[in-house]
């Protein structure tokens, strides 16, 4: 009884952050004639009512959805209708995945249970863009983590449904689409595919199809409908990165410009390459010994591959890489809090258009303190908290001196949280160079992306040097 008790004061402090966050500005605030996502959401709303079935918005207030009319809409009734729907998803979908996760695991005791699901909702990048910045990312999130939850405790099917409604909601979850395949291939391999094993397969195959179907079936009337939806979900023609996003190809253009010399498809082969090659090893040791650590690790590894090397990367698809970094904080606390910091300092630039500062400061704050206070985050850097003991050893045997890898660890975080706060008040208080308009933007999504680097390095050690026997893993139930 205590425990749910503990459990909804959890709750109701992450529902506060967010409504804090929600009542500061948002993108595209009063900036016509482009706006932003919070226009691109209402605009979503204002075709939707106007085509053939529009009764799903007999109370919304007309003004705010009439045909060509209503762009650039804003009004206090109409934000909190629009912070209310984020709300309403989150509290459906996001938020009981997240406390359903940490009341599942294992081997650790109920309080640390109720201190991960509150830092976990006090995730700064999660709340920043959905209920500063806006937009709706903790619903496709929120159903990509009920799919981890159904593939982790066997109900493979509904964890498989889940997974497929999250990518029709949001396409980037195809981030997360290697590590599901590839985890439930394992599965039906070691129940052996010519019993158990080709059941589950041709029913995991049903699953998917049959949940495509339905959630398409109203674009296949018309082929070139179907042909415009697809070109939507795969903007191509918009370049191989957008804006200011802290990935290899965003920061490789400051030394050289690769967009101008190497032609579109050349540009769409390398990236498929660099993400295939980087991704390649942990699927394939999924695949061949799955299990819900080694699912959780690759997630975060695939994800990180995709957001460094893909094709058209936004700066918040950083959160796909989050979210399961999010769902291993409990195992390696440290690096964790780490990582989740440096993804919300990588948003600086866009945080600072919608002008967001104030709110990105305390949520980071807070979200900093509750780590530290709840797994004493600065007593879990030794090689074994880490996870690189079996790495070490392995080094050890040709190096005897490779004793320093902790220490080094914790002198790379520090360094990197100095740059990081030097650099937020540099572009907060100075004035760049009049040649140099958007050089702190670079340094940051340079910085980022650095950080970003060393954790892929970091999470793929870990799965390939994981142990086979799984002595000391944290399981789902």
Not at 44 to 61: H, M, S, Y
Request: aromatic fraction near 14%; charge should be positive; proline fraction near 4%.
């Amino acid at each position: 009884m205590e425990k749910w008790y503990l459990m909804t004061i959890v709750v109701l402090i992450g529902l506060t952050v967010r409504w804090t966050v929600s009542l500061n500005s948002y993108s595209g605030a009063g900036k016509p004639p482009m706006f932003g996502d919070y226009e691109a959401q209402r605009h979503w709303q204002e075709i939707t009512f106007n085509l053939p079935v529009k009764q799903w918005a007999k109370f919304i207030n007309p003004d705010w959805i009439a045909l060509h009319t209503s762009r650039g809409y804003e009004s206090q009734a109409h934000k909190l209708f629009m912070r209310t729907t984020v709300l309403i998803a989150d509290l459906l979908i996001y938020i009981p995945a997240v406390v359903l996760y940490c009341c599942c695991l294992k081997d650790i005791s109920t309080k640390k249970k109720i201190a991960n699901a509150l830092c976990i909702l006090l995730y700064p990048g999660l709340i920043l863009i959905d209920y500063g910045h806006f937009q709706y990312n903790s619903v496709s999130l929120g159903f990509a983590l009920w799919g981890v939850l159904g593939v982790s405790c066997d109900w493979d099917l509904l964890g498989s449904l889940a997974f497929c409604l999250a990518i029709n909601y949001k396409q980037m979850e195809l981030y997360h689409s290697l590590p599901f395949f590839c985890f439930l291939l394992g599965k039906c391999f070691k129940k052996g595919l010519r019993g158990k094993g080709f059941v589950l397969l041709v029913k995991l195959a049903c699953t998917v199809v049959a949940s495509f179907v339905l959630c398409w079936l109203p674009f296949f009337t018309e082929r070139e409908q179907t042909l415009q939806v697809l070109r939507r979900l795969f903007p191509v023609d918009r370049g191989l990165f957008e804006d200011k996003v802290a990935n290899i190809w965003c920061s490789f253009n400051v030394f050289l410009k690769i967009r101008d010399i190497l032609p579109r498809h050349i540009q769409l082969i390398m990236s498929f390459c660099f993400t295939f090659l980087s991704l390649l090893p942990a699927c394939i040791k999924l695949i061949l010994q799955p299990s819900s650590k080694g699912f959780k690790f690759t997630l975060v590894s695939c994800a990180l591959s995709f957001f460094l090397f893909s094709f058209q990367v936004h700066e918040k698809s950083i959160l796909l890489v989050s979210l399961p970094v999010c769902l291993v904080l409990s195992e390696i606390p440290f690096m964790s809090t780490w990582f989740l910091l440096v993804s919300t300092f990588s948003l600086l630039p866009l945080l600072l258009k919608d002008e967001l500062l104030m709110p990105s400061v305390v949520t980071t704050m807070a979200f900093f303190l509750a780590c530290v206070t709840s797994f004493s985050i600065f007593e879990k850097t030794s090689e074994e908290e880490l996870q690189l003991k079996s790495f070490s050893i392995s080094v050890r045997k040709y190096l005897p001196c490779f004793t320093f890898l902790s220490r080094m660890i914790q002198y790379l975080f520090l360094i990197s949280v100095i740059t990081m706060v030097l650099l937020t008040l540099m572009t907060v208080t100075l004035d760049p160079p009049q040649k140099l308009p958007d050089l702190f933007s670079v340094l940051v999504c340079f910085v980022s992306c650095l950080n970003f680097l060393f954790f892929l390095v970091y999470f793929n050690i870990i799965i390939m040097w994981d142990s086979k026997s799984g002595r000391n893993q944290k399981k789902i139930s």
